[in-house]
Protein backbone atom coordinates (compact mmCIF):
# COMPACT_ATOMS: atom_id res chain seq x y z
CA UNK A 1 0.00 0.00 0.00
CA UNK A 2 1.09 3.20 -0.82
CA UNK A 3 0.91 6.16 2.50
CA UNK A 4 0.01 8.62 -0.06
CA UNK A 5 -2.00 7.20 -2.93
CA UNK A 6 -3.11 9.21 -5.97
CA UNK A 7 -6.12 7.84 -7.49
CA UNK A 8 -5.69 7.52 -11.51
CA UNK A 9 -1.71 6.71 -10.85
CA UNK A 10 -0.87 3.14 -12.28
CA UNK A 11 1.69 2.45 -10.11
CA UNK A 12 0.00 3.38 -6.74
CA UNK A 13 -2.43 1.03 -8.44
CA UNK A 14 0.25 -1.63 -8.71
CA UNK A 15 1.49 -0.66 -4.93
CA UNK A 16 -2.59 -1.44 -3.77
CA UNK A 17 -3.10 -4.30 -5.42
CA UNK A 18 -5.44 -3.57 -7.71
CA UNK A 19 -3.72 -4.43 -10.96
CA UNK A 20 -1.22 -7.31 -11.06
CA UNK A 21 2.13 -7.27 -11.12
CA UNK A 22 4.91 -9.81 -11.40
CA UNK A 23 7.27 -8.47 -8.22
CA UNK A 24 10.80 -9.80 -7.55
CA UNK A 25 11.35 -8.06 -4.71
CA UNK A 26 9.96 -6.22 -2.21
CA UNK A 27 10.89 -4.02 1.36
CA UNK A 28 9.10 -2.02 3.45
CA UNK A 29 9.84 1.33 1.22
CA UNK A 30 10.12 -0.27 -2.32
CA UNK A 31 8.31 -2.81 -4.51
CA UNK A 32 10.47 -4.25 -7.88
CA UNK A 33 8.43 -5.71 -10.66
CA UNK A 34 8.84 -6.83 -14.28
CA UNK A 35 8.09 -4.39 -16.98
CA UNK A 36 5.45 -5.14 -18.87
CA UNK A 37 7.26 -4.23 -22.02
CA UNK A 38 11.10 -6.04 -21.66
CA UNK A 39 13.41 -3.80 -23.54
CA UNK A 40 16.34 -6.18 -22.62
CA UNK A 41 16.35 -9.58 -20.75
CA UNK A 42 16.28 -7.91 -17.18
CA UNK A 43 14.47 -5.02 -17.30
CA UNK A 44 12.87 -4.36 -13.72
CA UNK A 45 10.85 -1.26 -12.74
CA UNK A 46 12.09 0.22 -8.95
CA UNK A 47 9.18 2.44 -7.20
CA UNK A 48 8.93 3.81 -3.51
CA UNK A 49 5.68 2.95 -1.96
CA UNK A 50 5.51 6.96 -1.49
CA UNK A 51 4.10 8.36 -4.78
CA UNK A 52 6.51 11.15 -6.27
CA UNK A 53 6.16 12.01 -10.27
CA UNK A 54 9.54 11.89 -10.90
CA UNK A 55 13.13 11.39 -9.53
CA UNK A 56 14.00 15.17 -8.86
CA UNK A 57 11.06 15.50 -7.19
CA UNK A 58 11.32 12.30 -4.86
CA UNK A 59 15.01 13.69 -4.30
CA UNK A 60 13.92 16.76 -3.15
CA UNK A 61 11.48 15.49 -0.73
CA UNK A 62 13.15 12.40 0.64
CA UNK A 63 17.05 12.07 -0.16
CA UNK A 64 17.43 9.19 2.17
CA UNK A 65 14.85 7.08 0.07
CA UNK A 66 16.11 8.74 -2.82
CA UNK A 67 19.26 6.97 -2.03
CA UNK A 68 17.47 3.58 -0.82
CA UNK A 69 15.86 2.91 -4.28
CA UNK A 70 18.99 3.15 -6.03
CA UNK A 71 21.12 0.52 -3.08
CA UNK A 72 17.86 -1.28 -4.03
CA UNK A 73 18.44 -0.89 -7.72
CA UNK A 74 21.84 -2.57 -7.12
CA UNK A 75 20.51 -5.45 -5.18
CA UNK A 76 17.69 -6.18 -8.37
CA UNK A 77 20.67 -5.89 -10.08
CA UNK A 78 22.56 -8.95 -8.00
CA UNK A 79 19.43 -11.28 -7.47
CA UNK A 80 19.18 -10.84 -11.86
CA UNK A 81 22.81 -11.87 -12.11
CA UNK A 82 23.52 -8.95 -14.41
CA UNK A 83 25.60 -7.07 -11.26
CA UNK A 84 29.10 -8.19 -12.85
CA UNK A 85 28.70 -8.02 -16.53
CA UNK A 86 26.87 -4.56 -16.12
CA UNK A 87 23.65 -3.09 -16.24
CA UNK A 88 21.79 0.42 -16.87
CA UNK A 89 19.60 2.66 -14.79
CA UNK A 90 17.10 4.60 -16.04
CA UNK A 91 14.97 7.72 -14.96
CA UNK A 92 12.96 9.19 -17.89
CA UNK A 93 12.20 12.51 -16.13
CA UNK A 94 9.51 14.26 -18.51
CA UNK A 95 7.09 13.03 -21.27
CA UNK A 96 9.63 14.99 -23.44
CA UNK A 97 12.08 12.17 -22.68
CA UNK A 98 9.62 9.08 -22.91
CA UNK A 99 8.32 9.16 -19.26
CA UNK A 100 4.92 8.09 -19.41
CA UNK A 101 3.52 6.97 -15.73
CA UNK A 102 4.09 9.86 -13.48
CA UNK A 103 5.40 7.62 -10.26
CA UNK A 104 8.99 7.44 -9.87
CA UNK A 105 10.59 4.31 -11.23
CA UNK A 106 14.09 3.52 -11.96
CA UNK A 107 14.23 1.21 -14.84
CA UNK A 108 16.87 -1.86 -14.19
CA UNK A 109 17.83 -3.30 -17.30
CA UNK A 110 21.00 -5.96 -18.12
CA UNK A 111 21.79 -8.86 -19.91
CA UNK A 112 22.64 -7.20 -22.86
CA UNK A 113 24.81 -4.72 -24.64
CA UNK A 114 24.00 -1.29 -24.30
CA UNK A 115 24.71 1.65 -26.77
CA UNK A 116 25.72 5.43 -26.09
CA UNK A 117 24.60 7.78 -26.67
CA UNK A 118 21.18 6.01 -25.64
CA UNK A 119 19.19 7.03 -28.48
P1 LIG B 1 8.39 5.31 -18.52
O1 LIG B 1 8.05 5.34 -19.99
O2 LIG B 1 7.39 6.17 -17.73
O3 LIG B 1 9.81 5.62 -18.17
O4 LIG B 1 8.20 3.81 -18.05
C1 LIG B 1 6.96 3.24 -17.81
C2 LIG B 1 7.16 1.76 -17.99
O5 LIG B 1 6.03 1.09 -17.41
C3 LIG B 1 7.24 1.30 -19.44
O6 LIG B 1 8.49 0.66 -19.66
C4 LIG B 1 6.05 0.35 -19.60
O7 LIG B 1 6.35 -0.77 -20.40
C5 LIG B 1 5.75 -0.04 -18.17
N1 LIG B 1 4.36 -0.38 -17.93
C6 LIG B 1 3.27 0.27 -18.41
N2 LIG B 1 2.14 -0.30 -17.93
C7 LIG B 1 2.55 -1.34 -17.14
C8 LIG B 1 1.83 -2.30 -16.37
O8 LIG B 1 0.61 -2.32 -16.30
N3 LIG B 1 2.58 -3.22 -15.71
C9 LIG B 1 3.95 -3.22 -15.75
N4 LIG B 1 4.57 -4.18 -15.06
N5 LIG B 1 4.65 -2.31 -16.46
C10 LIG B 1 3.95 -1.39 -17.15
ZN1 LIG C 1 1.66 6.70 -7.67
Given at each position: TTANP???CLFCKILAGEVPATVVR?????????DINPQAPTHVLVIP??????AAALAAADPELTAYLLRE????????????SG??????TGSGAGQT???????????????????
Open positions: VSDETDRTLAFRKEHHPNCGEVARAEGVADYRIVFNVFHVHAHVLGGRGFGWPPG
